[in-house]
């Protein structure tokens, strides 16, 4: 059956525009006003009052990572069936070589994780680890296989690359057309920071901001930002959260450098107070980087509006607090860092950037679907309602209205650190491939989702 999304307001690049959608097999066949149509052959989806987007893109997620000591909840399955219901019909997972691994065995562990078990479409950003002269020949073979994007880290010993590695890297990447994602925090720092902290007896979770001050990202992106103009390549900063982050970004925009930006939700919304809550509570903002002062949050949010920040993707990493977080109650080093999202990322960005003026309803297409399939080569299969492309869909109810809660996510973990907060509008029905995949709340078809091989990356102009 051909399947008819009727009279909603499509969320078009164009702007917001009255209209049908017409999904026939995997892809939308037709945009119009009154498609006409076979009452034999169409399912009809009536969208009055709601917006239709395209299935939203989350650019970062960790499913079922194993930080050394313990491993993230959410698997494929459940972080993807979060997602899904949601509204998010493609995650991007970082695949994460283990030293000494090629990036093919980084790359087939990832897979063996999420093939056959994920509700949505996924693919999989390859994160680089450790850099030798076969590493280096290898980048072009996984670009040639549909790998196009790569992350690296300043942080974290256990991962980090040296700044002369980080060149290197990125004159390859540039090469094959990728491009390379970077966590931008300066990893010695830190490490004396922690060193201070815990001489000083300061290891209650308060401590966690303290050890990564908003100067530890700006030095990274200031460092990462020059070694990327010495190589000639683009870039993308990951989980951005600082106003300095920013303002070291644009400095270098000005100067012609092609930077594209993400933030997540839990900069935009959450504050840095919240590690100083009660028995153990602030735990569950336990992330890097951490969450940062109100000035920061207006800085992103403006950031959003004018095109400076160019996804929103959600670091979803979630730990529970009963058996895994609480690992860290008496030392804020051994909490295990990150946070849910996958799921909520959407209705955050609805509620407190669309229903609250902050942001356009073309800019939250722009930010979770657009921006993200240009710049992971995914466009215009995906990021836009656009004929011929594939049939992903989101019939969005402004008028629905609900309270976030551990109590009823689907993320497959006992805490979410938007707890207790109002939302406004959700997505009615998602459609996967023109599949119905969620209706009411509910996932109803499962495993459909796909590996994604991706182009090159689609450089886009930023802000239009
Ligand atoms: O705290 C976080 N963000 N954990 C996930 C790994 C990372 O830093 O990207
Ligand atoms: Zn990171």
Request: proline share 6%; with cysteine.
């Amino acid at each position: 059956m051909d399947k008819l999304i009727q009279g909603g307001t499509l969320v078009l690049p164009a702007g917001p525009t009255p209209g049908d959608l017409l999904l026939r097999g995997e892809i939308i066949a037709q945009i119009g006003r009154d498609l006409p149509y076979d009452p034999q052959t169409t399912e009809i989806f009536p969208a009055d009052g709601c917006y239709v987007f395209p299935g939203f893109i989350d650019t970062h997620t960790h499913f079922q990572l194993d930080n050394g000591v313990v491993v993230s909840p959410d698997d494929f399955a459940s972080g993807s069936a979060a997602a899904l219901l949601g509204g998010t019909t493609t995650i991007l997972d970082f695949a994460t070589q283990n030293r000494g691994e090629t990036l093919a065995q980084g790359l087939d562990n990832w897979h063996a994780m999420a093939d056959g078990k994920t509700h949505c479409d996924y693919g999989f950003h390859l994160a680089v680890t450790w850099w030798n002269p076969s590493i280096a020949r290898e980048i072009t073979s996984v670009a040639a296989a549909g790998v196009t994007s790569f992350k690296v880290y300043m942080a974290y010993d256990n991962l980090r690359l040296r700044d002369q590695e980080i060149f290197a890297l990125l004159e390859k990447v540039g090469e094959v057309g990728g491009i390379l994602g970077c966590h931008c925090e300066n990893g010695d720092l830190i490490n004396c920071l922690i060193q201070r902290l815990r001489l000083a007896n300061r290891l209650g979770v308060d401590a966690h901001p303290l050890s990564r001050p908003p100067e530890v990202e700006a030095e990274a992106i200031y460092r990462y930002l020059t070694i990327a103009k010495m190589a000639g390549a683009p870039v993308n900063i990951v989980h951005l959260s600082t106003a300095a982050g920013l303002a070291v970004v644009e400095a270098a925009r000005a100067q012609g450098q092609e930077v594209y930006v993400e933030t997540c939700p839990q900069y935009l919304l959450l504050e840095q107070s919240r590690y100083s809550q009660p028995d153990f509570r602030g735990a569950v903002y336990v992330m890097s980087p951490p969450l940062r002062r109100a000035a920061d949050q207006e800085a992103l949010w403006r950031g959003l509006a004018l095109g400076q920040v160019d996804t929103v993707g959600t670091d979803h990493c979630s730990f529970n607090l009963a058996g895994q977080k609480d690992l860290g109650r008496e030392d804020f080093t051994k909490i295990p860092n990150g946070i849910p999202g996958a799921q909520h990322r959407p209705l955050l960005l609805y509620t407190y950037g669309v229903a609250a003026g902050r942001v356009g309803i073309g800019d939250m297409a722009r930010l979770l679907a657009e921006n993200p399939a240009k710049l992971f080569g995914l466009y215009p299969r995906k990021g836009a309602l656009a004929p011929g492309g594939d049939g992903d869909a989101v019939i969005w109810d402004p008028r629905q209205t609900g309270v976030i809660s551990a109590a009823n996510q689907r993320h497959n973990v006992d805490n979410t650190p938007y707890e207790g907060m109002a939302v406004t509008g959700g997505p009615r029905q998602v459609f996967l491939r023109g599949q119905l995949v969620v209706a009411d709340g509910r996932l109803v078809a499962e495993r459909q989702g796909r590996y994604l091989a991706r182009a090159a990356s689609l450089r886009f102009r930023r802000g239009i």
